[in-house]
């Protein structure tokens, strides 16, 4: 038994691993692409003295209000970053909050230079915008308020709460073939399927669960990500953005490199 879990958890870190590394190359392989978009380019951006970003501001903790209204996350933080670099002062941005329909025509219609509005860098979205080195790897993890449940393995043959219709359920039934799936509509269904006991945990997105335990204490993520999806700025296609692309890709490999992304991950709670 004791070899058996050792050997689970090996498969589960190379996994692991070779997600991450194949998403990394895909997202360096798709930056430069040239299908025409509309955006501003880089020396316009410096000229009128403001970045113009989408965000999100109802997902803790990647963006969200705070109680005075202000906007704040991580999301947050990585927009004000870019302006210091780019434009050279943190707070010349000008944030607009977008739906999730709306994160990527934003930057085609040129209402935004870009959007980081937890989008995940995809092949399908890829033929249309071009996207960032990830900023955060995203993934699918577990969510549970039951002391018995420590690791993956305790929820073999558990009830877990998925999202009908979701990418989730395939993850889930390849790590936990014998739990028993329960579908919900939302977040909020499936916290009251915990909180009757009709389910034990509950499988979703990371960043978003995260905010999820920070709001409801008694909750806790398991350690083990089921997926590896990377986060990414959205940015236009075309050779006359090459330059803003290359300047946003560059500045966040150095924050990649310096610890900066990881200790503002850390900061708001992300796994």
């Not at 860098?121 to 969510?143: K, M, N």
């Not at 549970?144 to 558990?158: C, G, I, P």
């Not at 799936?181 to 006991?197: F, H």
Request: with cysteine; net charge positive.
């Amino acid at each position: 038994m004791y070899n058996r879990c050792n050997r689970w958890q090996v498969i589960t870190r190379l996994h692991l691993v070779l997600s991450a590394i194949i998403f990394w190359i895909f997202c360096f392989s798709i930056v430069g692409t040239g299908f025409t978009a509309s955006a501003a380019e880089i020396l316009e951006i410096q000229q009128r003295g403001y970045l113009t970003v989408a965000v999100k501001d109802n997902l803790h903790p990647l963006g969200f209000r705070d109680a005075n209204g202000n906007l704040q996350g991580l999301e947050i933080d990585l927009a004000q970053r870019l302006a210091l670099d780019l434009v050279g002062k943190a707070d010349a941005v000008k944030l607009q909050p977008v739906a999730n329909r709306d994160r990527l025509s934003v930057v085609l219609d040129k209402k935004v230079d870009f959007a980081i509005a937890r989008v995940t860098a995809t092949e399908s979205r890829s033929r249309i915008v071009s996207f960032s080195v990830p900023y955060y790897l995203d993934g699918t993890v577990l969510v549970t308020k039951d002391a018995s449940v420590n690791k993956l393995s305790d929820l073999a043959k558990q009830k877990i709460a998925v999202l009908n219709n979701s990418s989730t359920i395939a993850q889930v039934r390849f790590y936990l073939p014998n739990a028993e799936l329960v579908g919900v509509n939302s977040y909020e269904e499936a916290r009251e399927k915990i909180e009757s006991d009709t389910a034990v945990a509950f499988a979703a997105d990371a960043s978003v669960l995260s905010g999820w335990v920070q709001q409801y204490p008694q909750y806790r993520l398991l350690p083990t990500k089921l997926s590896t999806e990377p986060l990414s700025v959205v940015m236009p296609k075309g050779l006359q953005y090459d330059e803003l692309r290359r300047n946003v890709n560059q500045a966040i490999a150095r924050y990649l490199e310096q610890g900066w992304l990881q200790q503002r991950s850390q900061y708001w709670g992300l796994p």
